[in-house]
């Protein structure tokens, strides 16, 4: 059973002297190489030229603007009052806190500095990321089951899990929800819409990502237990359902406009010649 499982899950993959690599950090460092592969793979499927070494610096550049994202995020929507009595405690990553919201804001911007700087087209290159994304999305909600946080709703389910943080009672495995869901189930879709050539208008597959993470998300949080400091608001949504709605209409619009436009991919940003006076 999946109870019994769980009991003898360490987040501690290995350790090496003094240092201990954690699964959470191997999730993270798993996702942003995996979906380097993804966009660069991709990228030649769709007969477009991207350097190994320029992925690998939008990788970087991205995972930067993730875990910023992320941790500021989960500081100011999820636990400010705590980090403004501890501030010295904000940039300790190892007593958990990321929020994917956060994350995702992160990725953008980092992802259009980086676009801007090396002179590839932003819409293209965030359309290819997100293609790679869930599998970060997979790994990192295993992640949080092998730490036995952010676990679900008590349910008399057969498959309910017992987490020792959870009270020992049986309760949703709302991290495999998720890492089913917003990792395996937006992966294959994106994946599959991916292998049309030429691809898709630009802002097909961020739109088509924003609108099925949003709905996912905002789904699973109705067996998932909120954060203890936030608990529901009105009584019934959580702090990530609030967050979830606008990232699912912010898909809605990107997609309508993506239909409208029709505006071919191209990796490189089209320059307009300058007229001499």
Known sequence: MLNEIYQSLNPVAFTIGPYEA????IAYVLG????????????????????????????LSIAVGVITGARLFY?????????????????????GGMSFHGGLVGALVAGLIACRLMGYSFAT???????????????????????GE????????????AFESGGGIMRHPSQLYEAILEGVVIFVVLYALSRRVPPRP??????????????????????????AQIGYTFGWVTRGQM???????????????????????????????RSRS
């Open 22 to 25: 954690r699964w959470y950090g």
């Open 125 to 147: 290159m965030t359309d290819l990321a997100c293609i790679g994304a869930p599998i970060g999305l997979f790994f990192g909600r295993i992640a949080n089951f092998i730490n």
């Open 202 to 227: 630009r802002g097909t597959f961020i739109g088509t990502f924003l609108l099925m993470y949003g709905v996912f998300r905002f789904l699973i949080e109705f067996v998932r237990v909120p954060d």
């Open 75 to 95: 500081v100011v929507f999820y636990n400010l009052p705590y980090y403004l009595e501890n501030p010295s405690h904000i940039l300790l990553f190892s007593e």
């Open 243 to 273: 967050l979830s709605v606008p990232v699912a209409i912010a898909g809605v619009v990107v997609l309508l406009i993506a239909w409208r436009r029709h505006v071919p991919q191209a990796t490189r940003v089209a320059r307009t010649p």
């Open 150 to 161: 952010l676990w679900g709703k008590p349910t008399d389910l057969p498959w309910g899990v």
């Open 32 to 59: 942003f190489f995996l979906a380097g592969v993804v966009i660069y793979r991709t990228a030649r499927h769709w007969k477009m030229r991207i350097p190994a070494e320029d992925v690998l610096v939008l990788m």
